[in-house]
Antibody
């Protein structure tokens, strides 16, 4: 059974960089697409971007200038960096697996429990 | 981006009755080369991540009760719960995966009448 777990600070100062890591267990990260998705309080989810184990990335154009996703296959982890954060970036951040091992569009079959990140001074 | 619009925003249904949630995409999510609709449905309970119920618009995920069904094609889709159970109280989302970025609907909150 694949499991994902997010980790990182729950509070980030405005204008700084949000950094989160997702650890994958119960399966290898060396296949599938691995995504970051966020959900502001009371709103629907928003896809941030994804990475393939080879390092190929694709980002949401609305966030592309501020986002970087990387992968460490030796640790079965992938990470998110979101720069120049504001209060609008306050959300629950999820990591998730794209169910389709081919192509870049997918639905998501495994999710982490999510971590609330608050942007505030 | 493809915009996903759900209706209604909230819904109250009696136990044992049918619940119907609609989802409309701003452009077709039917891929003509394989005749598949790139549309999924999720259920989200408080404090939990979304859980996929349906993909390819009508394929039920393993372990999902058969009272959940999906239908539709092109731009108009429906999630139906044939006989509402207490444990079905949740927010439901549709999501397209036809292109990137994949986008979600705004959600439909389902409660017991």
């Amino acid at each position: 059974q694949v499991q994902l777990q997010e980790s990182g600070p729950g509070l980030v100062n405005p204008s700084e960089t949000l950094s989160l890591t997702c650890t994958v267990s119960g399966g290898s990260i060396s296949s599938y697409y691995w995504s970051w998705i966020r959900q502001p309080p009371g709103k629907g989810p928003e896809w941030i971007g994804h990475i393939y184990y080879s390092g190929t990335t694709n980002y949401n154009p609305s966030l592309k200038s501020r986002v970087s996703i990387s992968v460490d296959t030796s640790k079965n982890q992938f990470s998110l960096k979101l720069s120049s954060v504001t209060a609008a970036d306050t959300a629950v951040y999820y990591c998730a697996r794209g169910a389709l091992a081919y192509g870049s569009g997918s639905y998501f079959d495994y999710w982490g429990q999510g971590t609330l990140v608050t942007v505030s001074s | 981006d493809i915009v996903m619009t759900q209706s209604p925003d909230s819904l109250a249904v009696s136990l044992g009755e049918r619940a119907t949630i609609n989802c409309k995409s701003s452009q077709s999510v039917l891929y003509s080369s394989n005749n598949k609709n790139y549309l999924a449905w999720y259920q989200q309970k408080p404090g939990q991540p979304p859980k996929v119920l349906i993909y390819w618009a009508s394929t039920r995920e393993s372990g999902v009760p058969d009272r959940f069904s999906g239908s539709g094609s092109g731009t108009d889709f429906t999630l139906t719960i044939s006989s509402l159970q207490a444990e079905d109280v949740a927010v439901y989302y549709c999501q397209h995966y036809y292109t990137t970025p994949p986008t979600f609907g705004q959600g439909t909150e389902l409660e017991i009448k």
